[in-house]
């Protein structure tokens, strides 16, 4: 699995390429498959052999900017790839974390994983923790935190989150939005529990069906996107002086 990450930070663009490969699961084993990929780890590249070269054939060397190989863990992940784009993203910087792989290849376990136990979490329900224990960490600023779902599947999008997620939404732009979903529905949540429960609603409106590599795949294109709004706090002696000022 290949992740980008998209992520503004401090007025500058930054795009990190970052892959991901999973183990051998167990019908690839039982079909006797094996394994043709090499990472390295350290060197940040991927090295893919030709299963049918003769042994002096050298393997096909790609560079990323980050790889990780079938050890990794969800903790490592996220704290490596993820956060800093999260981190960026309470301080005012638009990022995105894009997970794109051929099914099967482990994108929903990346993303999102098993809630239980915790080291089986993804990158969206850590960063739902992290998001909220520095928000409770903060006692001179005061945030606002909302949360969106929607499903391309068709080239059609939909609120996952509506009473009637069928219902078609347009695509829209204008100057002062950008680019933009009309009628999207974005709640506020004020803790973790309550986030994760949007996502749950979200998830259970997601368009699934079988294909040869997974039983259960989302035969759509889903973004979850969280919205942090940040204010200030005055002390008493600055709120008064702003009182006396507007009077």
Same mark, same amino acid.
């Given at each position: ?34 394994? /043709?990929?090499?990472? @390295? ?5 991927? &090295?893919?052999? $030709?299963? !049918?070269?003769?042994?002096? *054939? ?93 499903? /391309?599947?068709?080239? @059609? ?5 509506? &009473?009637?997620? $069928?219902? !078609?939404?347009?695509?829209? *732009? ?74």
């Amino acid at each position: 699995m290949s992740a980008k990450g998209l992520e503004s930070q401090k007025g500058s663009e930054a795009v990190r390429v970052v892959v991901r490969c999973r183990p051998l699961n167990a019908k690839e084993k039982n079909d006797g498959r094996k394994r /043709i990929v090499d990472m @390295d780890v350290d060197a940040g590249q991927v &090295k893919v052999s $030709n299963p !049918k070269g003769d042994d002096h *054939e050298p393997p096909k060397t790609f560079t990323f900017d980050q790889v990780y190989d079938w050890n990794c863990s969800q903790t490592e992940i996220f704290d490596v790839t993820a956060r800093p784009i999260v981190d960026s993203c309470m301080e005012g910087y638009n990022g995105t974390i894009f997970a794109y792989g051929q099914t099967g290849t482990g994108k929903s376990h990346t993303m999102e994983g098993k809630e239980e136990p915790p080291e089986l979490r993804g990158i969206i329900p850590n960063t739902f923790d992290y998001i909220f224990s520095r928000i409770g960490r903060e006692s001179s600023k005061e945030y606002l935190v909302r949360a969106s779902y929607l499903e /391309i599947y068709n080239e @059609d999008i939909r609120d996952l989150l509506s &009473k009637n997620p $069928n219902t !078609k939404l347009e695509m829209k *732009e204008n100057a002062d939005k950008g680019v933009y979903i009309k009628d999207l529905m974005q709640f506020v949540v004020k803790s973790r529990e309550e986030i994760t429960s949007v996502l749950e609603v979200g998830r259970k409106n997601r368009s699934v069906g079988a294909t040869q590599m997974n039983q259960d795949s989302s035969r759509s294109h889903s973004i979850f996107t969280i919205t942090i709004e940040v204010t200030e706090k005055l002390d008493a002696a600055a709120a008064a002086q702003a009182a006396s000022s507007g009077t």
